[in-house]
């Protein structure tokens, strides 16, 4: 497992701009694959995006699709979500996460888990 501290939510108005990072603490994160999952309140973990960190392939949640970019920093060992045009129903709470075993969409896919930042967006 690796330690993931992420941060940058906050609260901001519907069709406004965000960016979430997410430091690994790793010596190396080769191998591995980082994204992000969400959590509404009353609501289960959905998957948001992953990246690959090896080649920087990138999967998006079809409701994110066009509205959210995943990208990495190699040097930095840290991934970011920049989120635009934010609705109300992207309000949640953000978790960053990490695993080596592959691209998975579903949260046991992934053992390493950030503490989670909130994002609220206001109507």
């Known amino acids: 497992q690796v330690q993931l501290i992420d941060s940058g939510g906050g609260l901001v108005q519907a069709g406004g701009s965000l960016r979430l990072s997410c430091a690994a603490a790793?010596?190396?994160?080769?191998?591995?694959?980082m994204g992000w999952f969400r959590q509404a309140p009353g609501k289960e973990r959905e998957f948001v995006s992953l990246?690959?960190?090896?080649?920087?392939?990138?999967l998006y949640a079809d409701s994110v699709k066009g509205r959210f970019t995943i990208s990495r920093d190699n040097a930095k060992n840290t991934v970011y979500l920049q989120m635009n045009s934010l609705k109300p129903e992207d309000t949640a709470v953000y978790y960053c996460?990490?695993?080596?075993?592959?691209?998975?969409?579903?949260?046991?896919?992934?053992?390493?888990w950030g503490q989670g930042t909130q994002v609220t967006v206001s109507s």
């Open positions: 996460v990490a695993d080596r075993r592959g691209p998975a969409t579903h949260a046991s896919g992934f053992g390493s």
């Open positions: 790793a010596r190396t994160l080769s191998s591995y694959v």
């Open positions: 990246i690959t960190w090896d080649d920087g392939r990138a």
